[in-house]
């Protein structure tokens, strides 16, 4: 049950991608912010925030995402008013360029800009006013974070970035990442201090971890990237 005065919330996923895409509204005005959506979803969103009667206001990347396209763009098309945001360390077009401090306002509510940079430059992770909830993007995952051997990554940011924006909030703040691969929905930021098998090691041993996963890169990232520069509009 949501605590009263909290805005409305949808956690919602594209499962090629295992993307989480996040809908936040203020339940009495009805303004809404999206969080890391995915054009092969649009439908099935716009659908969703017409169904609730939102009048969204921003779309938001957490960073140029690799592994899929964005549909900020498209849902501008689609939506009049809306307006697109990322870092504006990301090297990607947008209406609004964050930087550390900002906010997002929706309603009565407001999401606070932390800058989270080491999977990419422009990570950024979205805290809630009350610092109840976190949207980590790629910095931290469930039991596991953002890789870094890509797109400007560096573990030793990455780990700074956590260890310094994040688990600096409250130990029973939710942990909402942009993805999981297990199946897993939601943390804490308790629960990865003490938990993560990544994150719980020291700096040297988490740099070495990092340097050494060899990891595949994502399919679509000769696509995603560029597309993802311009708002997912890119040949389309």
Do not use: W
Request: charged share 25%; aromatic share 6%; hydrophobic share 35%.
């Amino acid at each position: 049950m949501a605590r009263t005065g909290a805005p409305l919330f949808r956690q919602l996923f594209e499962s090629e991608s295992s993307t989480y895409t996040y809908l936040l509204a203020d339940a009495e005005t009805k303004e809404a912010v999206v969080i890391d959506p995915v054009l092969e979803t649009i439908d099935r969103d716009l659908k969703l925030i017409r169904e609730l009667g939102l009048d969204l206001k921003v779309a938001v990347n957490t960073h140029c995402h690799a592994d899929h396209i964005t549909s900020t763009g498209l849902m501008k098309k689609r939506l009049v008013g809306l307006r697109s945001a990322i870092s504006k360390f990301s090297g990607a077009t947008a209406d609004i360029h964050l930087s550390e401090g900002d906010t997002i306002p929706f309603g009565k509510h407001y999401l606070t800009v932390r800058e989270t940079p080491g999977h990419t430059d422009g990570c950024m992770t979205l805290v809630l006013e009350d610092q109840s909830m976190a949207f980590t993007g790629d910095t931290l995952l469930i039991r596991g974070c953002g890789r870094t051997d890509f797109q400007q990554g560096s573990p030793e940011r990455l780990y700074e970035s956590i260890h310094q924006k994040i688990f600096t909030l409250p130990d029973q703040c939710l942990v909402y990442p942009a993805h999981d691969y297990l199946g897993q929905t939601v943390s804490t930021v308790g629960e990865e201090r003490k938990f993560n098998p990544r994150l719980t090691k020291n700096l040297e041993e988490f740099v070495n971890i990092m340097n050494n996963l060899n990891l595949r890169h994502p399919a679509k990232i000769d696509i995603a990237v560029p597309a993802n520069l311009v708002c997912g509009l890119h040949e389309l």
